[in-house]
């Protein structure tokens, strides 16, 4: 599984970005995902995750009630909405696939596969 990730960039605080994950393969629909997230200095730490055939979904208390994960099987791609951002959400966001049929994990050393990361910058 190869992933690409695209969004990311410069929001003030309060503001919304909208990341998208496309997955390569033909198994996507099979494969749970998640969004993960490494500020400066800071290990990387679960963000949001979603089973495969999106029915659970998982997310971090930091980012509950104003992120939002969400897939497409037909685009073989996967969504991070970040609403009313944060300074504190400021890192860099990587998507991430399980292997077949496994379920969520909040860990990283759950997810086999890995994109590139796209910075998100909050001002205040």
């Known amino acids: 599984v190869q992933l690409q990730a695209y969004g990311g960039g410069l929001v003030q605080a309060g503001g919304s970005l909208r990341f998208s994950c496309a997955a390569s393969?033909?198994?996507?629909?099979?494969?749970?995902m998640g969004w993960f997230r490494q500020a400066p200095g800071k290990e990387r730490e679960f963000v949001a995750a979603?089973?495969?055939?999106?029915?659970?979904?998982s997310y971090a208390d930091s980012v509950k009630g104003r992120f939002t994960i969400s897939r497409d099987d037909a685009k073989k791609t996967v969504y991070l909405q970040m609403n009313s951002l944060k300074p504190e959400d400021t890192a860099v966001y990587y998507c991430?696939?399980?292997?077949?049929?496994?379920?969520?994990?909040?860990?990283?050393?759950?997810?086999?596969?890995w994109g590139q990361g796209t910075l998100v910058t909050v001002s205040s």
């Open positions: 991430a696939a399980r292997n077949q049929y496994y379920a969520v994990s909040d860990s990283p050393n759950g997810y086999e596969y």
């Open positions: 979603i089973s495969y055939a999106g029915r659970t979904t």
């Open positions: 393969g033909r198994t996507f629909n099979s494969i749970p």
